[in-house]
């Protein structure tokens, strides 16, 4: 996290001086099924969006000069890459189903600025500090919309159910793929009323919580959500897919999922029991 703090901090800075030059940001489209390629003119840094629908993979042990693109439907963001020698860029993300482009080949003098003189012209920015927490910061980030997506196209059984007031809430076995583990979740709005989430949050949770003083939670923080929705309309169906950093269940834990909603009443709390797929 310390790392993208810097990096928002560069963002700031930018921000700031945006009323001083007018200059519009070029527009980078891409999708799931292709991957986009952007060369830069020295070895990438840093390299962050602005939402969790778009990832940006590139090799963070051996500086090289290309990162690799893929988005997967939803709204527009931008992307900002800081190179070796301090350049900084910045460019506007959009999904499309089709792409005219699949290469990028960088120029300096596409460079907004530099990170220790402030930016040279200044487009607008766009970014969300939540969603800097949600960045994946494996060099193979890219494989996370990838895999999501194989997720929902061939799913697994759910054996996890919970129903209260006209909503059902369904989970798979995790799966453990590459020292991360994948949740498969599903939604069923069988009311009359939409339901807004709040929160939908997993615990690792030990003891009994009748008794207090030996119950313990322990929220796991998902590293990646993919095609996770705010809103479950009434009569529909949603499934969606969160990645977490690896875990174990010891004796006696078990994990519990508690799914909140946003001006309602409509909570549901279930704990499971079972092994993690490999």
Do not use: W
Not at 101 to 107: A, R
Not at 250 to 265: H, T
Request: aromatic share 12%; hydrophobic share 35%; glycine share 6%.
């Amino acid at each position: 996290m310390k790392k993208y703090i810097s990096l928002f901090g560069l963002l700031i800075m930018i921000n700031a001086a945006n009323s001083q030059n007018g200059k519009v940001m070029d527009t980078i489209y891409a999708n799931e099924q292709m991957t986009v390629s952007l060369f830069f003119p020295d070895p990438i840094r840093q390299g962050v969006t602005g939402s969790s629908n778009y990832a940006f993979s590139f090799n963070r042990e051996r500086a090289q000069y290309f990162g690799l693109l893929q988005a997967t439907p939803g709204e527009e963001s931008n992307l900002l890459v800081v190179t070796q020698n301090g350049g900084v860029y910045s460019y506007l993300l959009r999904y499309s189903q089709k792409l005219e482009k699949l290469n990028y080949f960088i120029d300096n003098s596409d460079s907004i600025g530099h990170e220790r003189t402030g930016a040279t012209t200044l487009p607008h920015q766009k970014m969300s500090t939540v969603d800097l927490d949600t960045i994946p910061n494996s060099d193979k980030a890219l494989d996370y919309p990838k895999l999501c997506a194989q997720l929902l196209r061939n799913p697994r059984p759910f054996d996890q159910i919970k129903y209260k007031d006209g909503l059902t809430i369904s989970m798979t076995k995790s799966i453990y793929y590459a020292k991360d583990v994948y949740v498969v979740f599903e939604i069923e709005n069988g009311s009359q009323i939409d339901f807004e989430i709040n929160t939908l949050n997993l615990y690792k949770v030990n003891g009994n919580n009748k008794r207090k003083s030996s119950y313990q939670e322990l929220l796991l923080s998902p590293i990646f959500q993919f095609q996770r929705p705010t809103v479950v309309l009434m009569d529909q169906t949603v499934q969606f897919v969160c990645v977490y950093p690896k875990f174990t269940l010891g004796n006696g834990e078990k994990l519990m999922v508690k799914l909140e909603e946003l001006n309602g009443s409509r909570d549901i709390a279930v704990k499971l029991k079972y092994r993690v797929l490999k």
